[in-house]
C-alpha cells in the first residue's frame, strides 16, 4: 500500500516562509525518488521540485533560490521549505512519487498555498 500526506498549507503574504510537509507510506522510502507539483486555478500541474533517493534536488527556475526540496529518510517525509513565497506561488501542492519496483504513479490529495501581495 502506498500513500502521500501533504501537510503545512495556508496563507501568507508576500516575503514570508512556508513549509510543506509529505509523510509517504510505501516500502523502501529511501530509495524512492519523491517531488512537489503545484497547480494554480486555471493553469496546468507543473513540476517544483524532485529529490532523488540520493539527495539529488531539481528545481523549477521559478522558484529555484528560493525553495528547497528535503527528506527525512527515518520520519518518511520530503519538506518543501519556502521562503520568499510571491503571490504567483499561489496554488495547490501536491507530493508525487512514481514507485520504485512497479513505476505506478501515487499522489497526495493536496495542500493548499495562498500568498497575498
Known amino acids: 500500500q502506498v500513500d502521500l500526506v501533504e501537510s503545512g498549507g495556508g496563507m501568507r503574504q508576500a516575503g514570508q516562509s512556508l513549509r510543506l510537509s509529505c509523510v509517504v507510506q510505501?516500502?523502501?522510502?529511501?530509495?524512492?525518488?519523491v517531488s512537489w507539483y503545484r497547480q494554480a486555478p486555471g493553469k496546468q500541474r507543473e513540476l517544483v521540485a524532485r529529490?532523488?533517493?540520493?539527495?539529488?534536488?531539481v528545481y523549477t527556475d521559478s522558484v529555484r533560490g528560493r525553495f528547497t526540496i528535503s527528506r527525512d529518510n527515518r520520519r518518511d517525509t520530503v519538506y518543501l521549505q519556502m521562503n520568499s513565497l510571491k503571490s504567483e506561488d499561489t496554488a495547490d501542492y501536491y507530493c508525487f512519487l512514481k514507485h520504485p519496483q512497479f513505476h505506478w504513479d501515487y499522489w497526495g490529495l493536496g495542500t493548499q498555498v495562498t500568498v497575498s501581495s
Open positions: 510505501i516500502t523502501d522510502f529511501n530509495i524512492t525518488d
Open positions: 529529490i532523488t533517493a540520493d539527495g539529488t534536488t
